[in-house]
């Protein structure tokens, strides 16, 4: 009776049609040529209905990663996630998932580079606005959750996403047409890689710039390799180890952000410059400068990093991660202090393989960055700490992650180095 009950409910789940890789569970009971559906002539013994239990177990394990990863809806599409207008001579891209900060997933890049590359080829187009909906973020990110469920179960989202993402920020660098990134509210990770990288990047003073990957066991990835360290001195190996948050006018000063205009100026912007009928670089960024001028109600005050900036140039110049600690400690003064609880509580790994690829992109194009940033991003999905850091900050959110290793010093070279080793020929990023 219990095979037969088991068999029931497994023949009802294949003729439901559900996922295939519940499908593919099942199937671990029909390893047995004993086990056969439908079985209502089928003995039970103890050894069958082991192997039922066992493989419905499993099976279990495999309808809680569907249930969690069907609220992602990971490999659907949206039609309005991303809003794509030509209006006269110009292209306009509105991130369009305000309930979730615009994060940056698969649809919304596949609708994003196949139009920007339309725009590029049409010999009219003169300049694209890429801003986001809301007035919480231009795009807080990737859509790095569902990029985990994905990988738990294996599908090819974990692959495809950074790969096609990666792909959208060369585009972005290489882009023949002026670029304004409107940059206004929350801007980290993905978003980061839809405006850093383009010609022109509005800071208001609703912007929060972070690369915060370290807290969550990945890299300052989508390019952070090729301009963080050339913001100047150690303030990119600074942002990308610790994650601070630059603010307003400071995302301006740092050189992550061109131009600073005022939030209730944008619209008057983006209308200004809509209405540009010759619209060259030089002629934006004199509208572009003109708003800026005009964006006087919020204080210019001195850049938050100002007071200690000496202290990241001489502290942060270390080829280690134990080096820049040891630097920290030595130091003893309470910002310094501060720093080393701020990196206690990163990854590791995460720490090592940053500050490598921050030192090793000084001098490499930004196709080559992005090419190291996939190896990298590809054996984060293969390893421990991108999960763990995925779950104790988003998924249950107790922000007490358990690193593995747990500590710098048993990070070894060895396992820095096969983070940054080749891929198999055909799964390389190719630009």
Request: charged share 25%; aromatic share 8%.
């Amino acid at each position: 009776m219990i095979m037969h009950d088991h068999h029931t409910l497994v023949c009802s789940l294949l003729r439901q049609g559900l996922h295939a890789g519940v499908i593919l569970a099942t199937k671990l009971i029909f390893i047995d040529r004993r086990v056969r559906c439908p079985s209502s002539d089928v003995e039970s013994t103890p050894d069958t209905d082991m192997l039922i239990r066992r493989s419905l177990q499993r099976l279990s394990v495999v309808f809680q990663h569907v249930k969690m990863t069907s609220s992602y809806n990971f490999s659907t599409s949206a039609p309005d996630d991303v809003i794509l207008e030509t209006i006269d001579t110009k292209g306009v891209i509105t991130l369009n998932r305000p309930k979730v900060l615009n994060s940056l997933n698969l649809s919304m890049i596949r609708k994003i580079h196949p139009q920007l590359t339309a725009w590029e080829n049409e010999p009219l187009t003169t300049m694209v606005i890429i801003k986001g909906a809301g007035d919480k973020a231009f795009c807080a990110g990737g859509d790095i959750r569902a990029v985990t469920e994905a990988g738990k179960v294996g599908d090819r989202l974990s692959q495809d996403f950074f790969k096609e993402e990666y792909m959208l920020n060369n585009k972005i660098g290489t882009y023949e047409i002026p670029y304004v990134a409107l940059i206004d509210g929350i801007t980290m990770g993905g978003g980061v890689g839809l405006s850093v990288h383009g010609m022109f990047r509005v800071a208001t003073e609703r912007t929060l710039f972070a690369m915060p990957e370290t807290a969550i066991g990945l890299f300052p990835d989508v390019g952070g390799g090729y301009f963080l360290p050339r913001l100047g001195g150690k303030l990119g190996v600074y942002l990308a180890l610790s994650g601070f948050r630059l603010k307003g006018r400071d995302v301006l000063k740092a050189g992550v952000a061109t131009h600073f205009v005022q939030s209730d100026k944008l619209a008057d912007l983006e209308k200004s410059l809509l209405a540009m009928e010759n619209a060259r670089a030089h002629d934006i960024g004199e509208v572009l400068y003109k708003y800026q001028s005009m964006s006087t109600d919020i204080p210019d005050t001195d850049f938050v990093l100002e007071p200690h900036i000496e202290e990241i140039d001489r502290l942060f110049n270390g080829d280690t991660v134990e080096e820049i600690v040891h630097n920290l400690k030595m130091e003893g003064s309470e910002w310094a202090k501060k720093q080393l609880d701020t990196l206690s509580k990163m990854s590791p790994t995460s720490m090592k393989i940053t500050l490598r690829q921050i030192l090793e992109a000084e001098t490499m194009t930004l196709q080559d960055v992005l090419v190291m940033e996939y190896r990298l991003s590809q054996h984060c999905v293969e390893d421990h700490d991108f999960y763990e850091g995925v779950r104790a900050l988003l998924v249950d959110k107790d922000q007490s992650p358990k690193w593995n290793p747990a500590t710098l010093e048993k990070v070894t070279p060895q396992k820095v180095d096969w983070y940054f080793s080749p891929l198999p020929e055909e799964r390389e990023l190719k630009l």
